[in-house]
């Protein structure tokens, strides 16, 4: 490692992060790679990821759900 950010000061990186993580910078267009179903409480990874308008299918209970992203970047999930 040829540079150390923690002694620099430098965390402006870090903070970006945690904003996309959050989901706040991107709102409704926030895109997720894993959700918790709704019915059986599962966790669910999706590889390709999945966002606003798409469906995820819950790989236990074999539930379908529409995924509603809102303003906010908050996760809804809604039984078809
Ligand atoms: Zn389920």
Do not use: W
């Amino acid at each position: 490692m040829p540079y150390d950010r923690r002694d620099s000061g430098e965390i402006s990186d870090q903070e970006e992060d945690d904003d996309k993580k959050s989901g706040r910078a991107q709102g409704g267009k926030r895109r997720f790679d894993e959700f918790d179903c709704p019915t059986c409480s599962a966790n669910n990874p999706v590889g390709d990821g999945f966002g606003s308008g798409d469906e995820v299918m819950c790989n236990y209970c074999g539930l379908e759900f529409r995924v509603q992203v809102d303003d906010e970047g908050k996760l809804k999930l809604r039984e078809l």
